[in-house]
T-cell receptor, first 114, second 113 residues
Framework: AQSVTQPDIHITVSEGASLELRCNYS??????LFWYVQSPGQGLQLLLK??????LVQGIKGFEAEFKRSQSSFNLRKPSVHWSDAAEYFC????????????FGRGTSLIVHP | KAGVTQTPRYLIKTRGQQVTLSCSPI?????VSWYQQTPGQGLQFLFE???????NKGNFPGRFSGRQFSNSRSEMNVSTLELGDSALYLC????????????FGPGTRLTVT
């Protein structure tokens, strides 16, 4: 069965600092990978996705993520964090094909200090 | 293009009652999925509908059910509510089934007292 681990429950960074949120997945074949962001009281917004091809994917709001098959990881990065980036971040994995049940990580809460 | 809409946004019900939540997907999207989000369990998949057919189902009791209409709008129903059903219920739509990216609505906050 597929699974996703986000090792960090909370991460605190200063505004302007760089950010890396970790995500490790377990899945036999090549997975579909996603990062979502959730602001308080809101639904999830897709930041970026990886299906195939270039392992470094660019997303919205200046985020990027790198798929590393050898490490089963899909870490999210941003070179300079803004106060508005404070939110909950979720990594998700899904299989392709006709049967699709996505699995989400437990989320990482990002706190940004001024 | 309008996003995914969910109604109502907030709901308070009593144990034993039933509730129906509604989701309107993005225009042109034919797949609608439902999720339950709680602090203890995180995001859990309930079910997915595509072209009015349930394609996948998560590990929830039969009290949780859903349906999809010909215009792709979807409803989910929870019967005999329990305190543990208090959660944020999220609806997500996508163009097709099979691992495509999903677009989420703002959710319905259900409180069971």
């Amino acid at each position: 069965a597929q699974s996703v681990t986000q090792p960090d429950i909370h991460i605190t960074v200063s505004e302007g600092a760089s950010l890396e949120l970790r995500c490790n997945y377990s899945y036999g074949a090549t997975p579909y990978l996603f990062w979502y962001v959730q602001s308080p009281g809101q639904g999830l917004q897709l930041l970026l996705k990886y299906f195939s091809g270039d392992t470094l994917v660019q997303g919205i709001k200046g985020f990027e993520a790198e798929f590393k098959r050898s490490q089963s990881s899909f870490n999210l990065r941003k070179p300079s964090v803004h106060w508005s980036d404070a939110a909950e971040y979720f990594c998700a994995v899904a299989s392709g094909g006709g049967s699709y049940i996505p699995t989400f990580g437990r989320g990482t809460s990002l706190i940004v200090h001024p | 293009k309008a996003g995914v809409t969910q109604t109502p946004r907030y709901l308070i019900k009593t144990r034993g009652q039933q509730v129906t939540l509604s989701c309107s997907p993005i225009s042109g999207h034919r797949s609608v999925s439902w999720y339950q989000q709680t602090p203890g369990q995180g995001l859990q998949f309930l079910f997915e509908y595509f072209s009015e057919t349930q394609r996948n189902k998560g590990n929830f009791p039969g009290r949780f059910s859903g349906r999809q209409f010909s215009n792709s709008r979807s409803e989910m129903n929870v019967s005999t509510l329990e305190l543990g059903d208090s959660a944020l219920y999220l609806c997500a739509s996508s163009t097709w089934t099979g691992g495509n990216e999903q677009y989420f609505g703002p959710g319905t906050r259900l409180t069971v007292t």
